[in-house]
DNA sequence: GCATATAGTTCGCGACACGAATTTAATGCC
DNA sequence: GGCATTAAATTCGTGTCGCGAACTATATGC
């Protein structure tokens, strides 16, 4: 009486082919809105017939709608089509000192935001966060909420999805997205705040057709989203795009990792305020703000300081870029700022030890909106994405799947 | 009149279905064999019928045959399928000294093997090679030859085909594949040797589920094959897996592409011979072997290399677990033979450095094998893999492609 | 008013997977 | 030996899907 279920491997059916090209499509008229069916048909290969299907269970869908009629020099005028914007997406950034929570629509456009407080401990936190978003929820009462997205400086379990090593927060094991979900009944999904600013890249940046390239956030440490072959790493525990946590130089400076001479120890924003330090010898707190300005205003220490910063960070790139020759390097960060005057020494670093061919393109970002906007992302590729199709259908008319004998 | 083939993106009509089917029962037959049509059907989750059909495809393809038939305790008797072990790969394994030539079949199993020196002189070898490859063609001309697959200590480009950075060979940028093809008339199929050993751990390895994992191949350097997401990571350029030359210790010894204190300066074989050298004082001129038997028979110095050569390519293993935090690393090399002295020593090191969770497992593999394999799955890909059915079709019946307006 | 051009819909067709019914071929009990 | 039982494999009717041709709707301009 052994029996199992065997059904393991992923076959095709007929609503397969209508799942890819409903992907297809919907993907197509994001980013091309607004845009007729016609030209989605063009544009897609699909037939117009086909599109037309299609876009009638989008419109049903909610999801899809109805904008302005164009304009021609001749034959009937096409009746645009457009995402519909009255669904939204909570989002959250959190950070060690303060986490911003915020309201966006499909096309990852702001309604609001706002900021509060992060504390160490991860229960208030999550309660007040919670409580801007019901909040969030009463005042907008017209939208359709499709998720909360989270970003942070951690990791998330695969398995259990509880928020692990999350050295910068100063928190321990913690069940975020339960907490939030059971005080808010939406659905809620994490991601480390590097691999969001990826995904942002991919669904709002203007490269559309890069299969390989990494992300990197320099802030109190340093992160890495890396996406490969058109997808995101993860790696199993979710805890790939540590790259920040590799040693450098073996006898460097200690690491709050454990380790030595780390990355992150010669590149982060705290490395340049230690630079600086070192080399004034003053003893008052400074912010990399405080830093940043200083630089501005033509401070020989400051600068020199984030001279030594943005070589280290080059020099970290060499192994990414020795190790999975990327077509990009994105930069997110505070110090994307002063990029004019230093990224050249970036590329620099990451030009000496390269072994082949061109070396990466490297790329600042304006690092305030790359991880609300990678969150927004990170919800709507559960609708949006590969198979989205069966899941919309299965939440429309509610379809029993088969029971396994 | 600015008409653009803007048929870009990729959608599924009914065929994709079938291919995508195709695929599945295919590489069940190939997991299973020998497999029956119930069977398949139940493993898939597929219908019988619709395997019925699939199968009969298979056969009129050439790939499948029927094999004995079974005996079940009632009722009618399966008709085992197989693959078409009348299907022969050629496959070629060049490495510094010697280049193997081999002859298998769709399983992966050697029909024949043989070896011939490898030259600086890239034409010279290239046409040893492809004169081989006529003879083994001529004694078999009952075999079905699929192609040929060629795994190499270097770089191909992703546009070009073209053999780039190999520098272990002494090789410049050679159409290798374009010389192959004209003097055989067969199509080749080129890969760097670590990439090889991993599509080999997937098509013909245990390990049938593992989604990320990075194959390190140790000889005269280091090279790695990043598998990641179910995919082989090659970059942008081909480039990717070149982490034996990202440095460990910026201020160590120089290293044959121009870097200081590369990976490959520390863990490799060369390394090896290198510390042995150093202690020892000797003159003489020893091989790996050599110092495998050295250590084999017990000699201190020996060991003493070893140990110092498992331990670096440990230390060096830490930055792809921190960055990629794959589910298992798998060893190829000569230095296998040691595994149960030293392979501890490696577990040892990939575990200090690890952040969160479990560290992943880290297996060796018996090396000859493994780069011949690989090349099988090379060829064997573009028919096994998805979308093969198109191309079968194409093949079978050539049909036209749709005309570009 | 009619030719022309373009957007969008309708409809018949073929490919496909599904699932029930049927055929084929074996075993074992009476 | 006859017949129920069991399981493999095939056949056939049904629904879904994309394709492509035909058709309808709607605009411009001579």
């Not at 939204?88 to 915020?102: K, N």
């Not at 990678?374 to 590729?381: D, I, K, S, W």
């Amino acid at each position: 009486m052994k029996r199992i279920d065997f059904t393991n491997t992923q076959v095709a059916s007929s609503q397969t082919a209508r799942d890819i090209n409903r992907g297809v499509v919907l993907n197509l008229i994001r980013r091309r809105q607004p845009i007729s069916r016609a030209d989605l048909a063009r544009v897609s290969g699909l037939q117009r017939s086909t599109v037309s299907l299609i876009t009638e269970q989008l419109i049903r869908e909610r999801w899809v709608v109805h904008g302005p009629i164009g304009r021609l020099p001749r034959g009937r005028r096409p009746t645009f089509l457009r995402l519909n914007d009255r669904r939204a997406i909570l989002v959250a950034d959190l950070r060690p000192q303060q986490t911003r929570v915020g309201l966006a629509d499909v096309n990852g456009n702001f309604l609001s935001q706002e900021t509060m407080p992060t504390t160490n401990d991860p229960r208030a936190t999550a309660q007040g966060l919670a409580a801007r978003i019901r909040r969030l929820m009463e005042v907008h009462p017209h939208l359709l909420f499709e998720g909360v997205g989270i970003s942070l400086p951690g990791r998330i379990s695969e398995k259990t999805q509880h928020v692990i090593f999350a050295p910068n927060l100063g928190w321990p094991d913690f069940d975020l997205k339960g907490a939030i979900e059971r005080a808010t009944g939406v659905r809620v999904e994490l991601e480390n705040a590097a691999n969001a600013c990826a995904l942002a890249e991919v669904w709002f940046g203007h490269t559309e057709k890069i299969r390989d390239f990494v992300v990197v956030t320099v802030s109190e440490g340093i992160g890495t989203g890396v996406f490969l072959n058109g997808q995101l790493v993860r790696g199993r525990t979710g805890m790939a795009g540590e790259f920040g946590h590799v040693p450098l130089d073996p006898s460097g400076p200690s690491c709050a990792c454990g380790g030595k001479g780390c990355w992150e120890v010669y590149g982060s924003n705290r490395a340049a305020l230690r630079y600086y330090q070192e080399s004034s010898a003053t003893q008052q707190e400074l912010s990399f703000q405080d830093l940043l300005a200083l630089a501005q205003s033509g401070d020989a220490l400051a600068l020199k300081a984030l001279e030594k910063m943005f070589q280290a960070i080059g020099r970290g790139m060499r192994m990414i870029v020795t190790g999975l020759a990327p077509e990009e390097i994105v930069v997110v960060g505070e110090l994307t700022r002063q990029w004019r005057r230093f990224g050249s020494l970036i590329e620099k670093e990451v030009g000496m030890g390269f072994l082949a061919g061109r070396p990466p393109r490297v790329r600042p970002v304006e690092g305030e909106m790359a991880r609300l906007r990678g969150t927004v992302a990170l919800v709507l590729q559960k609708h949006f994405g590969p198979s989205a199709g069966a899941r919309e259908k299965e939440h429309e008319s509610s379809l029993q799947g088969k029971a396994i004998a």
